[in-house]
C-alpha cells in the first residue's frame, strides 16, 4: 500500500439520496397488487400449494411403483 496516498476516498454509491426505500409504492402496480394481495392472492396461493402437493403425490406414486414392481 502507498504511505503518500491521502487517503480520501468518497464512497458516492450510497449517498442516501439515491436509496428509495418507498417498497410499497414499487409494488402497488401491476400483477402484483391483482394476484398477490387480498381474496384472490389467497385463492392463487391456495391453488398453487395444491397444484404443489398433488404433482408431489403424483410423482411419489410413480416412483413407488417402480421400485416396488417386481
Do not use: P
Not at 450510497?14 to 384472490?40: K, P
Request: glycine letters at 10%; charged letters at 15%.
Amino acid at each position: 500500500m502507498d504511505t503518500n496516498a491521502t487517503g480520501s476516498v468518497q464512497y458516492d454509491r450510497w449517498n442516501e439520496d439515491n436509496i428509495n426505500m418507498n417498497v410499497e409504492a414499487s409494488q402497488a402496480t401491476g400483477l402484483y397488487n391483482r394476484f398477490c394481495t387480498g381474496t384472490t392472492g389467497i385463492a392463487v396461493k391456495t391453488v398453487g400449494a395444491l397444484a404443489a402437493l398433488v404433482s408431489i403425490y403424483i410423482i411419489g406414486y410413480v416412483t413407488g411403483y417402480y421400485v416396488h414392481r417386481c
